[in-house]
């Protein structure tokens, strides 16, 4: 894996403004919102995977709220040390969920709701980002001050094999933020926010993931 680029990442405020061409007289009112409770303190993460919703509770929690597409609480992901990232894949039918209490990364079967698969990073990773590309299941970790790097399980193998330290050579303050385009299997985009200014790379991924 080559870095192709580096990055500094700026912010930036944007505002948009919709026009609708309404007939004078003719103004429908907006539908009242409605809230869900939901039986977690913190949220870390909300994905949808059309028919459902899911949420992570943070690094104190231990479950993922499964709702419907209307907010209704259809079940509970339980039993999760610290659930933050989630992650779909591509056919939206495994939900990857970033472990970094546990220094791991759980699969589950969105339909089923079923733990697939566990994967085990290695002690003092922290797990805590998510970023898929084809075969591969990429992991930014972390657990302090200057021990970041990225980790990726290939899924093509059976069983899968984890690799940690890949991005070998470059300084990371802490977890690094991954993210990949769905239809871009050939770059991984890793944010480092934790140093002023903050900066992002966009990495170069070979047929052998290197």
């Known amino acids: 894996m080559q870095i192709r680029r ?3 990442l700026a912010l930036a405020a944007l505002t948009a403004g919709l026009l609708t061409g309404a007939t004078p007289g003719h103004a429908q009112a907006a539908a009242e919102p409605t809230a869900t409770p939901l039986p977690l303190s913190t949220v870390a993460d ?5 028919d459902r919703v899911f949420v992570s509770g943070g690094s104190s929690a231990t479950d993922v709220v499964v709702t419907s597409a209307t907010g209704t609480v259809v079940g ?24 970094p209490t546990a220094n791991a990364i759980a699969a589950f079967d969105t339909g089923s709701l079923i733990e697939s698969a566990r994967y085990d990073t290695g002690a003092g990773e922290c797990p805590s980002s998510l970023a ?6 990429w992991f930014g970790y972390g657990c302090g001050q200057g021990d970041g790097n990225i980790g990726r ?7 899968a094999r984890v690799a940690t330290g890949v991005a070998v050579g470059q300084y990371f303050y802490g977890s690094p933020l991954l ?11 890793v944010g480092q926010p934790g140093l002023s200014p903050a900066s992002v790379y966009a990495y170069d991924i070979g047929a052998g993931a290197h």
């Open 153 to 159: 399980i290939d899924l093509g193998r059976q069983p």
């Open 6 to 8: 580096g990055l500094t």
């Open 46 to 50: 909300v994905v949808s995977a059309g």
């Open 132 to 137: 898929l590309t084809g075969r591969y299941l």
């Open 76 to 99: 509970t992901l339980s039993g999760l040390p610290g659930p933050t990232d989630l992650l779909l894949s591509a056919d939206r039918r495994t939900l990857y969920v970033a472990l």
């Open 179 to 189: 993210a990949a385009a769905s239809q871009n299997r050939s770059v991984l985009l």
